[in-house]
Every structure is written in structure tokens, then in C-alpha cells.
């Protein structure tokens, strides 16, 4: 099992819809979580991060955090084709420091 | 705030040469960066963790003989590819965390994307 697992993808939606991203994760002890966005050829880019559980909003961007069932998503809300990207899902345990990241899920918003 | 820099942004160098890849955060002190490694259409490879002042910490099956990484500042970090062969090709990206931080972000730089012939 990954450390870190995202839907496969790719994940295609209409414009103006929502998307949904999922990220799953093995330990417990983690503690901070990440959404990143990686435009192809480009770095990644931090979009929001959650430490609690429940919801966090940010403009149209909503990440949502389960401890008790591992689980981090990111919902972007009115999506527009600009939001066309992979979208990796990071998690760190404080005590290792470093960022375990997902494969990432690419994210078609169609006009 | 939070911005960090790479340069250069592209090289292309003969096989078996040296090429220095720099990495600044331009307004926060880092502590520790990270080296990642990504090929086409794959995801992030970690290669180390750079911490100032000390000896970089390698991932499994990353040689670090090959792989020179310095971490002389709280504002800059470089990774040295040594004997470059056209294997490594591959776009390079630094991230850095700010001292003061203390849920663990990372910024990442823009990259710098290396071409061996």
C-alpha cells in the first residue's frame, strides 16, 4: 500500500461544475496536510493546507480533513478551464519532516 | 512572501560534465530544502533533504556521490550533477520551508529542467 494514494484519474468535469479530489493516507501520526497544483511542464504551486479535522474553505477551494478515516479531498467549486491540472495531495509527519506525496490526479475542466 | 528561486531555469551540458543547480528562498529563512526529481508525465521524486549546516539526507537508491548536495546558508541550497549522462535528464525542483513555519509548508522554486546530450 502507498503512503499516499489519489484517484487515478484522469478526472474530467464541465465547466462550472464541481470537482472532487481524493487522497487517502497510511499513518496515523500524520499531521499536516497539502493540496498542491502542477500546471504541466511547471512546479507545483501550494493551493491550501488543513491540520484539523473538518472543513477549510478558501475562494471556490474546500479541503476536508478525516483523521479517523484518513482521508484529505480538495473540492473546486465552479471550475473553469484555467483549474486544468494535476493536483497532488501531500502529507507530513511532523517528526520525519519531509513531504509524502501522492501520484497526483490530473483534472480536466472541459468549456 | 514565501518565494523561492532556481537557476537556472534550463541547461543543456554534454555527457559527462558537472552542472550546479542553485536554489534561494528570496524572503524566509529555510532550515531544510528539498531535491525532487520529476520525468515526464511521472510524479515528484524526493532525492534528499538538505538541512543547513549539516550533511543531506539521501532517498534510498539515490546515489549521493552523483548527486552533490550543499546546504551552506539559510538561503541557499545547491545540487551538484556530477558526470551527468543523458539518463539524468530530467526537470529538478527545490522546495524550501520557512523556519517560522509551523504547519510545514513547502514553496517550491520553478525548476530547472536539464537536458544531457
Known amino acids: 500500500q502507498k503512503e499516499v494514494e489519489q484517484n487515478s484519474g484522469p478526472l474530467s468535469v464541465p465547466e462550472g461544475a464541481i470537482a472532487s479530489l481524493n487522497c487517502t493516507y497510511s499513518d496515523r501520526g500524520s499531521q499536516s496536510f497539502f493540496w498542491y497544483r502542477q500546471y504541466s511542464g511547471k512546479s507545483p504551486e501550494l493551493i491550501m493546507f488543513i491540520y484539523s479535522n473538518g472543513d477549510k474553505e478558501d475562494g471556490r477551494f474546500t479541503a476536508q480533513l478525516n483523521k479517523a478515516s484518513q482521508y484529505v479531498s480538495l473540492l473546486i467549486r465552479d471550475s473553469q478551464p484555467s483549474d486544468s491540472a494535476t493536483y497532488l495531495c501531500a502529507v507530513v509527519v511532523t517528526n520525519a519532516g519531509k513531504s509524502t506525496f501522492g501520484d497526483g490526479t490530473t483534472l480536466t475542466v472541459k468549456p | 512572501g514565501a518565494v523561492v528561486s532556481q537557476h537556472p531555469s534550463w541547461v543543456i551540458c554534454k555527457s559527462g560534465t558537472s552542472v550546479k543547480i542553485e536554489c534561494r528562498s528570496l524572503d524566509f529563512q529555510a532550515t531544510t530544502m528539498f531535491w525532487y526529481r520529476q520525468f515526464p508525465k511521472q510524479s515528484l521524486m524526493l532525492m534528499a533533504t538538505?538541512?543547513?549546516?549539516?550533511?543531506?539526507?539521501?532517498e534510498q537508491g539515490v546515489e549521493k556521490d552523483k548527486f552533490l548536495i550543499n546546504h551552506a546558508s539559510l538561503t541557499l541550497s545547491t545540487l551538484t550533477v556530477t558526470s551527468a549522462h543523458p539518463e539524468d535528464s530530467s526537470f529538478y525542483i527545490c522546495?524550501?520551508?520557512?523556519?517560522?513555519?509551523?504547519?510545514?509548508?513547502?514553496?517550491f522554486g520553478p525548476g530547472t529542467r536539464l537536458t544531457v546530450l
Open positions: 522546495s524550501a520551508r520557512d523556519a517560522l513555519n509551523s504547519y510545514n509548508e513547502q514553496f
Open positions: 538538505s538541512n543547513e549546516g549539516s550533511k543531506a539526507t539521501y
